[in-house]
């Protein structure tokens, strides 16, 4: 395979990792959402900790995004 | 076609280039040129420096200004009581700079300026500058940890209760987990800035092309770009403040380790 077509194909590839983020991220927030309707009362002590998750869970999506700037304008 | 989509470069926004002739200005080897970086980050802290001065006129019934300006000030300050507690008072000036530098850099990026031809640029979508905010947090970290703690700061890297045929185990992965801290945290405001400009220059792309390709496609595809272009700018403004609200937030918490250890 072309080396300038394989760099694309795994641009393009890395696009997975930033839909699975995408889960990641969704998947905190629900989780929060259906916690704090369950006790509200202790849901707002909890937003610090929800912002934590969702850095955690958003930064891999990123890396995703880094790797595919990278293949298509670095490499 | 491709030549044509060809001319809308959606990396170009990110060009760092030296202003008022300065491209040659050297120190020591190294070249300090003024740039639309340094220029856009001398009107974030100008901006920051405004806000502040016109609402600290500490009246007894604070005015509107006022208000806006102790409602940020409050907040950091609950931020930082919240992860650290008492002792993160001290904390308190370096991490509203931070968050407001950020804040107001990724807010004025997002500024629709080039319709009167000013093209302002996101400094925080730069390694560079990010990699050296986050190198600030960790290096308050390191220097408050070892100055309260001194070596008894490593007992971080072994939990509370961890049995001892497991410390070589452990000891390890959390040293790695605590020295990827500074690029994490440079890296994901970067990421983040960069990706949503990028985003916003692609969908400007297509609503520039579609428009160009003849009325048909203008109104359908460059119309429905232009509507998902505000939904995007939109999102972009939440990202921007939860992007500086993130940063804020992870340096209070690896400055909670650095005060209270575990």
Redesign the interface.
């Known amino acids: 395979m072309d080396a300038e077509a394989a760099k694309l194909i795994g641009a393009g590839l890395a696009a997975i990792g930033a839909g699975m983020a995408a889960l990641g991220v969704g998947n905190v927030f629900a989780s929060f959402l259906e916690g704090a309707l369950r006790n509200p009362g202790a849901a707002d ?1 909890q937003q ?1 900790r929800l ?2 998750g ?2 955690a869970a ?2 891999l999506g ?2 995703a ?2 790797i595919a ?1 990278i293949l298509v ?1 670095v490499a | 076609m491709a030549a044509e989509s060809g001319k809308i470069d959606p ?1 170009h926004q990110f060009l760092v280039e030296p202003l008022f002739g300065t491209d040659h200005l050297a120190l020591g080897g190294y070249n300090i040129a003024f740039t639309n970086s340094a220029l856009w980050m001398v009107i974030s802290a100008l901006a920051l420096w405004a806000f502040m001065l016109m609402g600290m006129k500490r009246a007894v019934v604070p005015g509107r200004w006022q208000m806006a300006v102790e409602t940020m000030t409050g907040f950091v300050d609950s ?1 930082l009581m ?2 650290v507690g008492e002792k993160g008072k001290k904390f308190v000036p370096y991490v509203f700079s931070l968050f407001m530098f950020i804040l107001l850099g990724n807010l004025l990026g997002l500024m629709p300026l080039g319709i009167v031809g000013v093209h302002p640029f996101t400094f925080t979508s730069h390694f560079t500058v990010t990699g050296v905010l986050a190198i600030l947090s960790f290096a308050i970290v390191l220097i408050v940890g070892f100055w309260k703690h001194g070596f008894h700061f490593f007992s971080l890297f072994i939990p509370h209760g961890t049995p001892a045929v497991m410390i070589p185990v452990i000891f390890p992965i959390e040293l790695v987990s605590f020295m990827v801290r500074p690029f ?1 945290l440079g ?2 405001l970067f ?2 800035m ?2 949503g400009h990028v985003l916003l220059k692609v969908l400007a792309g297509f609503v520039i092309n579609a428009s160009n390709a003849g009325p048909a496609y203008g109104v359908t595809v460059g119309f429905a770009s232009f509507v998902l272009m505000i939904g995007i700018s939109a999102l972009e403004m939440l990202v921007a403040a ?1 992007q500086a ?2 940063f804020a ?2 340096t209070s ?1 690896y400055i909670n380790d650095a005060v209270n250890l575990h």
């Open positions: 002590g610090g912002f934590i969702f850095a958003e930064l990123l890396l995004f880094v700037m304008f | 990396m931020l919240a992860n994490s890296l994901r990421v983040a960069t990706a939860v609200y993130v937030l992870l918490v």
